[in-house]
């Protein structure tokens, strides 16, 4: 295998900069936990220069700590139900056919870039497995020779591009789930259920566009000919053949290795989810976060077939878990921080950085002001959920402020929390595991995509902004 300077003077122009990029990040970003702690000490600091006590800070600090324990699950249940039906062997057969439908190696790329961004709207942890298992299905094939750096980047554009504006986005599941809102953030910005954010015609038509845009890019972007490094001349190892399940040694295990259990509790999920249809509107069942967990891990026991499988994948994707569930908890920290922790006159940090929005001025120069103000602090902050919790309290109360449709402003955090995912490599970890490669194989890839999409997307913010109107925030009723 060539050496990270061997592999950056390989390359050309854009590409040529993104490895370079690639490898400075590898070398200087700590891990992603590090940066919450440091947010968590920069809050604090600025909440002290505000004029607030050492009392307030800490209070805020351990008082709101938990304020995301529910969320703070419920995310990482997005991880592992995604991970476990990925994994599933109804779904291996299904990418194992897949695979064959490319015919041209630039074709294949395109492919499992459309692909790994569908997936993605329903659940991005899925397409970050679904996608690189993909990509090693395709790589495997004899009769087509694809560079496996591209086919791994096209992998990831599900996360890359749309995740945020598909049914398992964090802001936009937040914001739809009364009970998983910090109540400081819920008198800001009421219940935004999914017909207000991912489901309105101007976000489903800007993932569309960035769809559409994203095929195009990695089709022409794929190498070709002499340029095209496989997964053989990276000395990936491509054998998925899963792990089989040792032999039912004692009575006891009967049930463990039984169809009837996952057979009834898919039953039983069908018929609440039928249920749930009847009585309540479409769009209040959709938006329940707890509702499409519930409904992908029951379908994921179901693919599995017996508990003893389903079991053995859940232990393979916890891992993939654990930086969601030590961070969350700092981003609540954080948030409590910046809206409780009351400095001189008695306004809070997050109340400064609204009155600092709010003075941009409403419109198109907003939407992408918020929107660039995300894509830095992303590149900074990798956390989808945890940092719309730090961010939504000032940014929602300067979109009241200033007349900008609430459920919009979400949107244009989501489609520019996509963004940074294209630079920063850690989102990519999970995926690099699935596929044997280095950040610096993709980013020369990625990179290429944010350099297009950035543009794209704020003219598309600004554009599709100025078709809302205003709506008040929505509080929940009181049962």
């Known amino acids: 295998m060539t050496s990270a300077t061997e592999d950056v003077r390989s390359e050309k ?13 590898e070398k200087w970003f700590p891990d992603a936990y590090v940066f919450a702690l440091v947010g968590v000490f920069v809050v604090a600091v600025a909440a002290l220069a505000n004029g607030s006590s050492p009392q307030e800070v800490v209070d805020a600090f351990g008082d709101g700590f938990w304020d995301l324990t529910a969320f703070t699950l419920q995310m990482a249940m997005v991880v592992l139900t995604g991970y476990v039906v990925a994994t599933s062997p109804p779904v291996a057969r299904l990418i194992d056919r897949l695979a064959m439908v ?11 870039a459309f692909l790994a961004m569908s997936v993605s709207f329903l659940n991005w942890g899925l397409s970050l497995v679904f996608g690189g298992l993909l990509a090693r299905a395709i790589a495997r094939r004899s009769d087509l020779r694809v560079d496996y750096r591209a086919l791994g980047a096209a992998a990831f554009m599900g996360l890359g591009a749309v995740w945020a504006l598909g049914m398992s986005s964090s802001a936009a599941q937040l914001q739809a789930t009364a009970a998983s809102l910090p109540p400081a953030l819920l008198r800001i910005t009421g219940v935004l259920d999914f017909g207000t954010t991912i489901f309105t015609w101007q976000s489903l038509l800007m993932c569309a566009i960035i769809i559409a ?29 899963p792990k089989q399940v040792p032999p039912r040694s004692r009575p006891g295990e009967w049930l463990e290795y039984s169809r009837i259990l996952p057979a009834l509790a898919g039953l039983m999920t069908l018929g609440w989810l039928v249920s749930q249809l009847l009585t309540k509107p479409l769009l209040t069942v959709v938006s329940s976060l707890n509702a ?20 053995q994948a859940v232990a393979l994707a916890v891992p993939a878990t654990a930086g969601i ?50 894509v830095v602090l992303g590149l900074f902050v990798p956390s989808g ?22 459920g919009w402003t979400v949107q244009v955090y989501n489609v520019a929390e996509a963004l940074p995912n294209l630079i920063n490599p850690f989102f990519m970890l999970p995926l690099l595991a699935v596929l044997g490669l280095r950040a610096r194989d993709l980013v020369g890839f990625t990179f290429l995509q944010f350099m297009f999409h950035l543009p794209v997307v704020l003219l598309l913010v600004w554009l599709l902004g100025t078709t809302f109107d205003f709506v008040p925030p929505v509080q929940p009723s009181t049962p």
């Open 292 to 311: 499409y967990l519930l409904v992908f891990l029951m379908l994921g026991l179901v693919l599995h077939g017996t508990p003893r499988k389903f079991l």
């Open 13 to 25: 122009g854009l590409a040529r900069v993104a490895q370079s990029l690639a490898g400075w990040t």
């Open 385 to 406: 959920g945890g940092k719309w919790l730090v961010e939504a309290p000032y940014v929602m109360q300067s979109a009241t402020d200033v007349g900008m449709n609430l």
């Open 102 to 112: 490319p015919r041209t190696a630039r074709s294949a790329v395109s492919f499992v």
């Open 325 to 374: 569930l030590v961070q969350f908890p700092l981003y609540a920290a954080m948030a409590a921080i910046l809206t409780k922790a009351e400095g001189r006159n008695g306004l809070t940090i997050s109340e400064h950085l609204a009155e600092f929005f709010t003075n941009i001025g409403s419109g198109g120069v907003f939407t992408v002001v918020i929107a660039l103000y995300t």
């Open 213 to 241: 845009l994203t095929v195009v890019i990695a089709h022409f972007s794929a190498p070709r000919g002499a340029a095209v490094t496989t997964a053989q001349d990276l000395e990936v190892d491509l054998d998925d053949r």
